[in-house]
């Protein structure tokens, strides 16, 4: 359609093979690699962002029909007049059809508008908070790596110098660039540096806001660059193909956390998720102290209204590894949903943030603050329980693979 033209070359441009018919647009999702691991497939192709720039005098309406199969049909269609701006809601009606869902939108006299089906939240003001916050406030960053796109990997400090008297919390988000979950970590910055701060004088806490910054350039959904979703697929020791990975490892090694929570977010799924977090069973911590706690932080955190606790093991992903290495707590991930809202979004991070901090009895991790990591450090007795009971969960799944269930 000559009228109307779609804006591509934005930061997060992420929208596959399409075709005009009349003032019908029908699209194709971009396709990044499913993610096989550790016997499951995670499939991250769900979402779409792209402009629609009216080149006329008039106002024009088009139709947009998305085609994917077995996939949820979203509930809200985001939109912007700026690919640098957090994506609103719109009100657009969505209709799902046989091929996928469609809606129709009117843009404005030489308008632009930016549309995606999750609330997108781009780099650039994400790190513009970060450093304003910074010029402000107690809060210092560490570059501590760069990207394979050459961007740097920064992480923020809200300590002066790491104190082993007190437990660290790790905080992040972005490894999913698709998913808005930064919304949680700018808003436990903002709360951390004014009113929630006399948390520092009790904890050192460590936020790496983003945690895979080329996926929000390039528009993916979970992958970094080379297609490597390594939240599941954790290739620490990959600096070629996953420098993220790597680079943050480094960084862990360097501070370990007592305490790890990533957030992550639900988008398209709708009711089918419910908020929550992964939760570790308890016989992959060491020790019986770090376990209680552990149980005790879990607790916790399911009494946050509504929410729902999920099981993880996933032996490659990324918070087993820090387990496995660091003997660290994790909440990796802890779920939003997007239907929350950006306010409801910021009060359950906020909210879990506290559930954490308050239930934490610093006493409990001393063990693990003053010899966090290194395969030595475990128990023979530690290890093969651990091992066992690895085992036994993949087993029956590597069994029914060899069969060819
Ligand atoms: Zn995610």
Request: overall charge negative.
């Amino acid at each position: 359609m000559e009228n109307i033209s779609i804006v591509k070359q934005h930061e997060g441009h992420s929208l596959g093979s399409y075709r005009w018919s009349n003032n019908n647009l029908i699209c194709n999702l971009q396709m990044e690699p499913l993610v096989y691991i550790d016997y499951e497939t995670h499939d991250y192709n769900l979402h779409f962002n792209f402009g629609l720039q009216n080149n006329t005098e008039q106002a024009e309406q088009v139709t947009i029909t998305m085609l994917q199969t077995n996939k949820p049909v979203p509930q809200i269609i985001w939109q912007s007049g700026s690919p640098n701006h957090r994506f609103t809601k719109s009100s657009l009606i969505i209709e799902p059809i046989p091929e996928g869902y469609k809606f129709d939108i009117n843009i404005p006299s030489y308008g632009v508008i930016y549309l995606s089906n999750t609330m997108w939240s781009p780099l650039t003001p994400i790190n513009q908070r970060f450093h304003e916050l910074e010029k402000t406030n107690l809060l210092e960053s560490i570059k501590y790596g760069l990207s394979a796109n050459q961007q740097d990997l920064l992480a923020y400090k809200l300590f002066e110098k790491r104190d082993l008297s007190r437990p660290l919390i790790c905080i992040s988000s972005g490894s999913h660039p698709a998913e808005g979950d930064t919304i949680a970590t700018i808003a436990i910055a903002e709360w951390l540096t004014t009113s929630g701060h006399q948390y520092t004088d009790i904890f050192d806490i460590i936020i790496v806001p983003i945690l895979n910054p080329d996926g929000f350039i390039i528009g993916t959904n979970g992958c970094n660059t080379n297609g490597i979703n390594f939240f599941w697929e954790f290739l620490n020791n990959e600096p070629e193909i996953c420098p993220e990975a790597y680079y943050f490892w480094e960084f862990l090694k360097e501070f370990p956390p007592n305490v790890y929570i990533d957030f992550h977010s639900y988008s398209t799924q709708g009711k089918s998720k419910t908020f929550g977090p992964y939760v570790k069973p308890s016989a992959l911590y060491c020790g019986s102290s770090v376990k209680d706690a552990a149980q005790k932080l879990a607790r916790s955190l399911q009494t946050i209204p509504g929410s729902k606790a999920q099981t993880m093991f996933s032996p490659s992903s990324m918070p087993h590894k820090i387990t496995q290495e660091f003997n660290t707590i994790t909440f990796a991930k802890y779920h939003l949903h997007q239907r929350m809202g950006e306010s409801g979004m910021r009060e359950t991070a906020l909210l879990t943030i506290q559930k954490i901090m308050d239930a934490i009895d610093p006493s409990q991790l001393q063990d693990q603050i003053l010899s966090p990591y290194g395969s030595l450090n475990k128990t023979i007795i530690d290890n093969f329980f651990q091992k066992c009971f690895i085992g036994r969960y993949y087993l029956p799944k590597a069994i029914k693979k060899v069969l060819g269930f």
